[in-house]
């Protein structure tokens, strides 16, 4: 009963209780050499959502199998949870809890065959060395933290613990406490950012942009709060609100000028099951028509695969059956893969910054544009270049037959009152 109460039934593994108590164990022993690994598998969710759970927890027994294989003697192997593994090597050295971490991303690299599949994954790792005044909670904890940065250095690595990241930690638990205490005061705007037609200059639409500006402090950058947002699920009542805000401030610049505004999208965002009602309902409210708004989306979101790829889809066709565009965001930085570009539901191409070039003799950047606009237009789609910043970006730009530009040499982002100025005066310039 014991051995059922403490081993995992699908492996044979032990759980974490079992876990905490050899750690603690070590910690009394007092053990200044060794390591605590704690690894997870990179895409096990996506295998579960295209395959199921059995194919899934197959795979969980192959890499438990894989993992048993390079234990050492006095060394435990055991599964916390879900994909989650832990080893624990209570004599290693640092080259040798190195050499073990490589070893154990190298038998995760190889192919598993389960029922007629080829299953690619790979792991990353949290390396916590053993202390003899750290407790199995402040291990577990500290292997969970290099984990979390393995993950967000790009994954299929291992990351050794440092006390910095306990600090990052402290500062994103700080933030997301800040941003939802901002959310109840009201303490964001939307900005927006003019997109031009190349070959009149004139603003066709805006990019709206959401902007944080505590009371008596400095504003906080979107790189700092958009990926604390995204992590806490924070995102999706701010998402919500800009969207609302951005078609509620466009409906009458679209009424009187005929322009269109684009609003980011975040992953998180689409997974939700109401997002295509709650796109409709801000349109509703706002009196925005359909036609008149863009959703921009990275283009990572379209080429996974699962239940949560397949319910983005389905929100971007319903959206685009009542006339709402989709953009793809920073194309080229990321899968630009030419299949979706075919295939899912796509009208424009926004042309990353990163293309723009910074030498106007660099013609192997021009090539590279001009190969982005020829194949979207092959394809019936608009494109969009970014980062436009020089009259260089404008002409090859026009000369290489890209629709529209945004960047800082048509204007920065600004509040809802410059946008109106702005395209009272084109108009004014205009009659």
């Not at 009963?1 to 108590?21: I, K, N």
């Not at 990351?159 to 994103?172: H, I, N, S």
């Not at 009542?237 to 401030?249: F, P």
């Not at 990353?352 to 237009?377: E, G, H, I, N, Y």
Request: proline residues 5%; negative net charge.
């Amino acid at each position: 009963m014991r051995h059922q109460a403490l081993h995992d039934s699908l492996t044979g593994l032990p759980h974490r209780s079992l876990l905490e108590e050899q750690l603690a164990l070590v910690s009394a022993a007092g053990e200044s050499r060794g390591a605590l690994m704690l690894l997870d598998l990179d895409g096990f969710k996506d295998v579960n959502d295209r395959l199921g759970h059995t194919i899934g927890d197959q795979l969980l027994v192959t890499v438990a199998d894989r993992l048993r294989r390079l234990l050492g003697p006095g060394e435990t192997l055991a599964r916390p949870g879900g994909d989650e593994f832990a080893m624990l090597l209570p004599a290693a050295g640092a080259a040798e809890v190195k050499a073990r971490a490589d070893a154990v991303l190298a038998t995760l690299r190889r192919p598993v065959e389960v029922t007629g599949h080829t299953l690619h994954v790979t792991g990353s790792i949290g390396v916590r060395r053993l202390e003899a005044r750290a407790g199995a909670d402040e291990l577990l904890s500290d292997a969970d933290l290099a984990l979390y940065a393995a993950k967000a250095a790009g994954k299929d690595r291992y990351e050794l613990f440092d006390p910095r990241l306990r600090r990052e930690q402290a500062e994103r638990i700080r933030m997301v406490e800040r941003l939802r205490a901002a959310l109840d005061a009201d303490e964001f705007t939307v900005h927006y950012q003019p997109i031009v037609a190349l070959r009149s200059g004139v603003s066709i639409g805006f990019e709206a942009l959401v902007r944080w500006t505590p009371p008596e402090q400095a504003p906080v950058g979107p790189d700092q709060f958009i990926p604390a947002a995204e992590d806490s699920g924070l995102i999706v009542g701010l998402g919500e609100w800009v969207l609302r805000r951005a078609c509620a401030e466009a409906a009458p610049w679209h009424r009187r000028y005929g322009t269109t505004i684009a609003v980011n999208v975040s992953p998180r965002q689409l997974a939700e099951p109401s997002f295509a009602a709650v796109v409709r309902q801000a349109l509703a409210d706002s009196g925005l028509p359909p036609n008149a708004l863009t959703i921009e989306i990275t283009e990572g979101v379209l080429v996974r695969s699962g239940a949560q790829t397949e319910l983005t889809l389905a929100h971007l066709s319903e959206l685009r059956a009542d006339g709402v565009r989709v953009a793809i965001d920073d194309f080229g930085t990321g899968y630009s893969s030419l299949a979706y570009l075919r295939d899912l539901p796509i009208d424009i191409l926004k042309i990353d910054k990163s293309f723009m070039p910074d030498d106007p003799t660099d013609a192997q950047q021009a090539a590279l544009v001009r190969a982005v606009v020829d194949l979207a237009r092959s394809l019936g789609l608009t494109t969009v270049a970014e980062g436009v910043e020089t009259a260089h970006h404008a002409e090859l730009l026009r000369t290489l037959g890209c629709d529209r530009g945004q960047g800082w040499l048509f204007g920065r982002p600004g509040p809802a009152p410059a946008a109106a100025i702005r395209l009272a005066a084109e108009t004014t310039v205009g009659v």
